[in-house]
Structure formats: C-alpha cells, structure tokens
C-alpha cells in the first residue's frame, strides 16, 4: 500500500478561499451520492470527513469504506478530519483510501512532525486541528510544515452544535500567527456555522468552512446559495 502511495500527487485545494466545506456527517446516507451531486450541481466540489473514533471523541461515525466510495468521483476534494486517537496508525490507510487531505488533532498526536510529514508522504495536503481548549500557540512550532489549520468552533463529536462565542478571537489569532509567520496554510473552522453566522467568523480570519447540518438539510442548493450570498458580501 505504501508503494502507490508514494506516486500519489498532492492536490491543491478546489479554488479560492472563502471555500465552503460541506461535512457529510450531516447527510443522509441513503442519499449521499445523490447529495454529492447537489453539491457538485452547484459549484461545491469539496466534501468534509469527520472521521470519529468513539475514544477520541464520543461518538463513531465512518471510515475508508465511505471515503473510498466516494473517491470514485474524481471531481472531488476529499478532506478527512481524523477526530481520532493514534492518527498515526491511519494516515496511509486514508490516503490511500483517496484523501487529498488529513487533519489530524494536535491532542491525539505523539509526534507531530512525524505524522505531519508522513501525511506528505502519503501524498496528502497536511492539516492540524485544535479543540476549544487547546491553546492556539500549540501550532506555532509546525506552521511551516501545514497546509491548513483547522480551528474547531464547537467540541467535537457531533453534528449540530452551537457555535461557541470565545472561537471568534481564537480565529482572529490563529490569523495574526499565520500572517505574521508568512506562511500560506488555510485556515478552516468547523461546527455550528450556518449562513447567518458564517460572517463572523470571515472577518476574524476563517478562510475554509466546514459545516454539516446548514448545508444537508432539506434544500442543499438553497443552503449553498446563503453561503454563496454571505461568501460574495464578505468579499465585496
Ligand atoms: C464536530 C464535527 C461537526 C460537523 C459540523 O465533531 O466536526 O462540527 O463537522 O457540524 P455542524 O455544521 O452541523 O455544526
Ligand atoms: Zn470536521
């Protein structure tokens, strides 16, 4: 498995940031390729994967059988986010599964240099995620070696939570760290973001949104739409 891997191009991201991150833990699985079409019917070809291991946080959600189903389209940005313990134990297991890029928690890790280049390796994009409670200069030592940093906007392990208030000026410093550092990795926040909140968190610095139940609910190309509004306000 390792072989392939090592042939296995890195791609960049689906475009220009703000970029609208759709997690399907929020879809309906009876339902998820007909849903991935939506998203992709209306200009949105990133999918985020919350990769839950029941240890890391409490609930378990999907693995590589989901993901690589879902590779089959090669339209897609791929972008798994291991809320799991021992990351290190399933880094080529998604790469190879078709990740374009792994977010591994700087809590679960016990080597994040290692793991971080190992993600290369493999042929991924690097992220690095942190929970509400971890503090923000904890990603100052790997900056230069990230492609994205993800800032969680609620305590993982499940979908449909409220936005918690204190993430806007955890964002704005995640920001200021990376601006000053000169570096160009993302930086993405996740849960509880909704069109109508979704502003805030642009002018503190978000660039890659993840959101799950504003966007798989009843009306996909409606939900995208708000985003699309809020995203086109914000850059205007
Ligand atoms: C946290 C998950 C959720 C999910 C998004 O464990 O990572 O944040 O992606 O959830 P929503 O957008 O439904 O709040
Ligand atoms: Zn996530």
Redesign the pocket.
Known sequence: MENNLKSKKIKSFPGIAPLLAP?I??ADFMKLGTQIEALKDNGVHYV?F?V?DGHF?P?ISFGVPVLSSVRKDPDLFIDA?L?IENPDKYISVFADGGADLITIHAEASNDLFSDIAHIHECGCLAGLSIKPGTPVTDVLPYIDDLDLILV??????????A?IEESDQRIREIRKIRDEAGVSCLIQV?????AENVDRVLKAGAEVI??????FGEDIAGNINKFNEAFKKFCD
Do not use: C, N, R
């Open positions: 997690s833990l929020a985020h919350d839950m946080v609930s986010h809320m969680m906007t609620v305590e993982p392990g499940f979908g449909g939570q936005y996740d849960g509880g973001i909704k993840v959101a799950g139940t504003a966007v």
